[in-house]
């Protein structure tokens, strides 16, 4: 995309401005005149940076303008001493920089305080300026208050170091710099420290990736912030222009110092975009906004693509950024803070590497571009050596360099592909080697297909990261599963992988399980085509080959059957057997779900999640240890469900014929789908209750992680949708649903509840809760719901409403799949669909999947048998008229 650099001037200066030009109306047309002309000089591709630096102008030249129109002059008389005064920019607006919505920051600056006059014509100047609706950020300070508030806040310091004079006095600002850039306040050393502090804690606030969906362009981890900081430092120790001083040094090379140019045009002009296409200050790239920018900075193509074209463009530049930083930041630390003692003098390990302070370095600049293969050697030889903690920056540079000149992969090398193999059965294999070879952009260049992931945007809310980084994360899950904290998250997992024979073909299988997306056609299908080639080619034995391949085919399978389908159904756990075939398969299986689950987004994972994997798991494995494969005959299920509660309850001194009497209202359904344990608690409450009264009641002991609420009520056709709408009313989510009608027309049913955190409801809410479901339950008549439209930010995705009807395994039933965009109130909204085709609703499994839904009903008829084709029809027709309309 070529941008037109010119000498552009704006044919308006507000210097020119009349007294009578100066008045609320009569500027915010000017603004609004300046704003219109910027945008068309940008849809014009003029250069981003004249039109950032014009827009600095023409704010200097208004301010300007302004501070003559108060008349505040140069000096005035305060406790009849000469008093210097100024107007200072500071901040990202004393670097000359202002995007549309930026922050306009500036000093008044003087020698001592001033005198009410003064201090009320700049009152009337900052009150016209938020009057015009600028986003002004002010202060008003005496030179030595500054200087002490600079001394005592980092931040007030920064601001200062990049200020200038807009008007006023320009003596007394030289003095502030004299001053600033002292050693008696913020010395380099403790400048440098301070910032390298912020911009870890600031990196952590994003997960310390760049690979975030919705990016942050300030602030993300290779943002413009990381480019602000390496000037900063670079600023408060040389002094002068930045990349002037960076070349002078030889920090950056001619190559370098085009690619930060670059780099930082291409974030402005996405941020100026983004300016453009909001109305409120923010820097975050949102879904919702994505397009609209993609399509103002001229990407093209239907769908998604710009959006793709436009991210992948982003990534790179945010990776260059981040190596760029690194390698800064690293020269930096030498020179500013001295670290050239004896102590850190080079040492070499072999005849190709040496260790600079712990960092690992080439002792020959060339040596990869003589022998590529010596990049795979690079990484192997920092496992070899646990002191080293990192590349040098010399290293980094030389890797940036033959990277961009390979024309083959990597792994078409029997010497590096033999080097690979070593290096993912090291025990320290992921943390330092896989993530810095990603992180280095070294992946890419060995393992094929790599490059097409990398910075591939998914677009939806349930991922938060690229596929590339998701990656990443699922191999630094599983490296946890090793750790103690690891070992308390995921007890069963841990216990599992402890075990694996060989653990680095989970490292194989994590690199391909989603590289087959972003092409044509089921991405666990490509992977597992990918994959098969890699293996063959890395020599792997035909046993682990054919596990790989089975493990990327069915990545999904695990999750999949675990959160979207009835685990109580043996049925269910049947057919998942059959696909599984065999416990090694299983345990490589459960590894891979649960880094998989939470490598996808950080909040995703909760007790709910991990007591599904391991009740499937644990089912599996039984099965597999008794070689059992038959599906139990439900009726022997149900009568061993019901024995083991009754000799519970005996124990605990229930009068046995009384439990039995209560028991003869129970369908045998009832003790097919409830364990022992639900039925005793439901044994022991409804013995105490009147059962012609509805009872609402919370299990104090968590099912599975969530919160158990049981219903006793009479049944009736609304129901489930009264439930429903209840709950969604105090913010928490229904994950189960289990709904049973005993032989007295009441209702036995359960619902399995988490609050947005993910977490089990609060203890001290559960009887406002439960007074409110009691409330709902007792109103004579329904009141029907209104769903609500979809929010915001969900309405840029495309979610198809699906109703899919899926193969029963009990013949008397139907499963009914529904997918479809997320809203307030769509459960109970659906309970009516039911209700109104009067059909009866046996079991419901709720997944939330970022931006939709994907639940599971199992429906009845009236007469308790399964839909026949027309009122499946009527049911999928009612569904999909009434959410598409609304979406």
Not at 216 to 228: A, E, F, H, V
Not at 323 to 345: A, G, R, T, V
Not at 603 to 614: D, E, G, P, V, Y
């Amino acid at each position: 995309m070529t941008m037109t650099k010119t000498h552009l001037f704006y044919p308006v200066s507000p210097l020119d401005f009349s007294d009578e030009q100066i008045n609320i109306l009569s500027l915010k047309q000017q603004l609004e005149a300046f704003q219109q002309w910027s945008m068309l000089q940008f849809e014009q591709q003029v250069d981003i940076d004249t039109l950032v630096h014009l827009r600095s102008q023409f704010i200097d030249r208004l301010l300007e303008r302004l501070w003559s129109f108060y008349q505040i002059p140069k000096h005035v008389s305060s406790f009849f001493k000469r008093n210097r005064i100024a107007l200072v920019a500071v901040g990202g607006y004393g670097r000359a920089e202002l995007h549309p919505l930026s922050d306009i920051d500036i000093l008044i600056l003087s020698d001592y305080p001033l005198t009410k006059e003064i201090e009320k014509q700049i009152g009337d100047l900052v009150r016209l300026l938020w009057d015009l609706h600028l986003d002004i950020g002010h202060s008003v300070r005496t030179l030595k208050i500054c200087l002490q508030e600079a001394k005592n806040d980092i931040t007030i310091m920064t601001n200062l170091i990049e200020s200038r004079l807009i008007s006023g006095n320009r003596l007394l600002l030289d003095e502030l710099h004299k001053q600033i850039f002292s050693d008696k306040i913020w010395p380099s050393h403790a400048f440098y420290k301070a910032k390298i502090q912020e911009q870890q804690e600031r990196h952590k606030q994003y997960h310390s990736t760049s690979y975030n969906l919705e990016p942050d362009l300030k602030n993300s981890p290779g943002g413009l912030r990381d480019m602000q900081i390496i000037q900063w430092i670079a600023t408060r120790h040389f002094g002068g222009e930045f990349l002037q001083k960076m070349s002078d040094f030889n920090y950056l090379t001619p190559e370098d110092i085009a690619d930060f140019k670059t780099c930082r045009k291409f974030l402005w002009r996405m941020r100026f975009a983004l300016h453009c296409v909001i109305s409120r200050y923010d820097n975050r790239l949102l879904f919702d906004r994505q397009l609209s920018i993609a399509n103002m900075l001229g990407y093209k193509g239907e769908g998604n693509t710009p959006v793709e074209k436009m991210m992948h463009d982003y990534y790179r530049v945010a990776h260059n950024i981040t190596e760029l930083n690194q390698m800064l930041l690293q020269l930096f630390y030498e020179s500013i803070l001295n670290h050239h003692s004896p102590q850190n003098k080079p040492y070499n390990i072999d005849e190709y590497f040496q260790i600079r302070d712990e960092l690992i370095d080439v002792r020959d600049d060339e040596i990869f571009k003589k022998d590529p293969i010596m990049i795979m050697q690079l990484f192997y030889t920092i496992l070899l050596n646990p002191q080293v903690i990192g590349l040098y920056s010399n290293t980094i540079r030389q890797l940036r360099s033959a990277r961009r000149s390979l024309t083959n992969l990597l792994c078409e090398n029997a010497k590096a592909r033999s080097l690979f193999m070593s290096i993912i059965k090291h025990p320290d294999a992921i943390e330092k080697a896989i993530l810095p070879m990603h992180k280095y952009g070294i992946l890419s260049v060995y393992i094929p297909g790599w490059k097409q992931i990398s910075g591939m945007m998914q677009f939806d809310l349930f991922h938060a990261y690229t596929v590339d980084e998701h990656t990443i994360r699922l191999l630094l899950e599983l490296d946890s599963l090793k750790t103690e904290s690891g070992k308390q998250k995921h007890p069963n997992s841990a216990k599992v992988f402890a075990k694996l024979s060989k653990p680095e073909l989970l490292v194989i299988t994590g690199l391909f399980h989603d590289i087959g997306k972003g092409r044509h056609g089921d991405h666990s299908e490509i992977g597992a085509h990918l994959v098969e080639e890699f293996c063959q080619l890395h020599g792997l034995e035909t046993k682990d080959t054919e596990l790989v391949i089975w493990l990327v085919r069915y990545h999904l399978l695990m999750s999949v059957t675990a959160q979207s389908r009835d685990l109580q159904d043996p049925t269910v756990i049947n057919e998942f057997i059959q696909i599984v075939k065999s416990k090694r398969r299983l345990q490589y299986l459960l590894c891979l779900t649960v880094a998989d689950v939470c490598a996808t987004n950080e909040t995703l994972w909760n007790s709910w999640k991990q007591s599904l994997m391991r009740e499937l798991y644990l089912n599996a494995k039984n099965s597999f240890d008794s070689d059992i494969r038959q599906i139990p005959e439900q009726r022997s299920i149900a009568r061993k469900n019901k024995q083991e509660a009754l000799a519970i309850l005996l124990k605990q001194n229930y009068d046995e014929q009384i439990v039995k009497d209560l028991w003869q209202r129970y369908r045998v359904d009832y003790f097919l789908r409830y364990t022992k344990e639900q039925i005793v608690w439901h044994t022991q409450i409804l013995l105490q209750h009147d059962l012609t009264k509805i009872l609402v009641a919370i299990n104090p002991h968590p099912y599975h992680g969530g919160s158990e609420i049981f219903i006793y009520s009479p049944d009736r056709p609304y129901l489930f949708a009264t439930v429903c709408n209840t709950l969604s009313m105090h913010n928490l989510t229904i994950h189960d649903a289990l709904i049973i009608t005993n032989k007295k027309g009441f209702a036995l049913d359960t619902f399995i509840v988490l609050d947005p955190n993910g977490q089990t409801v609060q203890e001290d809410r559960n009887q406002g809760l439960v007074n409110a479901l009691d409330r709902a339950l007792q109103q004579p008549i329904y009141k029907g719901v209104t769903i609500k439209p979809p929010k915001q930010r969900l309405r840029s995705f495309l979610v198809p409403t699906q109703v899919n009807f899926l193969s029963a395994f009990n013949d008397s039933q139907t499963y009914m799949e529904l997918i479809a965009l997320d809203r307030p109130g769509l459960l109970a909204y659906v309970g009516e669909i039911f209700a109104n085709l009067d059909l009866s609703l046996r079991s419901a499994k709720i997944a939330t999947i970022g931006e939709h839904i994907e639940d599971l009903f199992i429906l009845t008829d009236k007469h308790n048998q399964a839909l026949d084709d027309d009122t499946c029809q009527k049911l999928r027709e009612s569904i999909v008229i009434a959410l598409d309309s609304m979406n």
